[in-house]
């Protein structure tokens, strides 16, 4: 089965500037999310979409970044204005089932933020 | 607040050096512990989930095992493409997977 897509697979910008990542998840996979990954750390959570719904954001910057899911499957992240700290990995990941625990996520391999 | 702790953060082993990576947790409630592999410029694949304290999973050279307070993925016989990094998570009742912050593990041949 095709993966989760991202797109770009780079990005470098200046701060203060605006960028935007897309993903296109697994066929029919009912849960995405979004997470950051800082060099030499863990992916860190940012947004949990279950369909078209927020299930979790309360990790997501929201002064700055914005998510939005399409009719339940695309999905864009935004950030906007940039600061030097959002530089990292951003990285989309899709599950099966909605509302479901111990589900395995499938991982996109994301988009590499440079913010100069 | 749920807490992941990995060590080492890096292992470099000769091919057929066998050893144990540990990831240790607290947490209120653990619904599911994995552990996943990123290889360079690629996200996270998904290799084991485990349940509850006691539960052991194989996958090829890899063996995942858990207890109340930690987990260890043990690699035998390592071969150079098990070079990667290996992150461990934690899931309780909220749902969100908390990571930590992976072992590099190198393997020489």
């Known amino acids: 089965e095709a993966g989760v897509a991202q797109s770009p697979r780079y990005k470098i910008i200046e701060k203060r500037q605006s960028v935007a990542f897309w993903c296109n998840p697994i066929?029919?996979?009912?849960?995405l999310y979004w997470y950051q990954q800082i060099l030499g750390q863990g992916p860190k959570l940012l947004i949990q979409?279950?369909?078209?719904?927020?299930?979790?954001d309360s990790q997501l910057p929201k002064d700055r970044f914005s998510a939005e899911r399409l009719k339940g499957v695309d999905s864009t992240l935004k950030i906007q204005p940039a600061k030097l700290e959002d530089s990292a990995v951003y990285l989309c990941?899709?599950?099966?089932?909605?509302?479901?625990?111990?589900?395995?996520?499938?991982f996109g391999s994301g988009t590499q933020l440079s913010v100069l | 607040e749920d807490q992941v702790t990995q060590s080492p953060e890096a292992l470099r082993l000769q091919e057929g050096e066998s050893s144990s990576l540990n990831c240790s947790y607290t947490?209120?409630?653990?619904?599911?512990l994995f552990w996943y592999r990123q290889d360079p410029g690629k996200g996270p694949e998904f290799l084991f989930t485990?349940?509850?304290a006691g539960e052991e999973k194989e996958k090829e050279r890899l063996k995942a095992t858990l207890t109340k307070k930690e987990s260890f993925l043990h690699i035998t016989a390592p071969k150079p493409e098990d070079s990667a990094t290996y992150l461990c998570?934690?899931?309780?009742?909220?749902?969100?997977?908390?990571f930590g912050e992976g072992t590099q593990l190198t393997v020489n041949p």
């Open positions: 066929s029919g996979h009912a849960t």
């Open positions: 947490v209120s409630g653990l619904r599911g």
């Open positions: 990941a899709s599950s099966q089932r909605a509302g479901r625990l111990n589900e395995k996520l499938f």
């Open positions: 998570a934690v899931q309780a009742s909220g749902s969100r997977l908390t």
């Open positions: 485990l349940y509850s």
């Open positions: 979409f279950q369909n078209n719904g927020v299930v979790d």
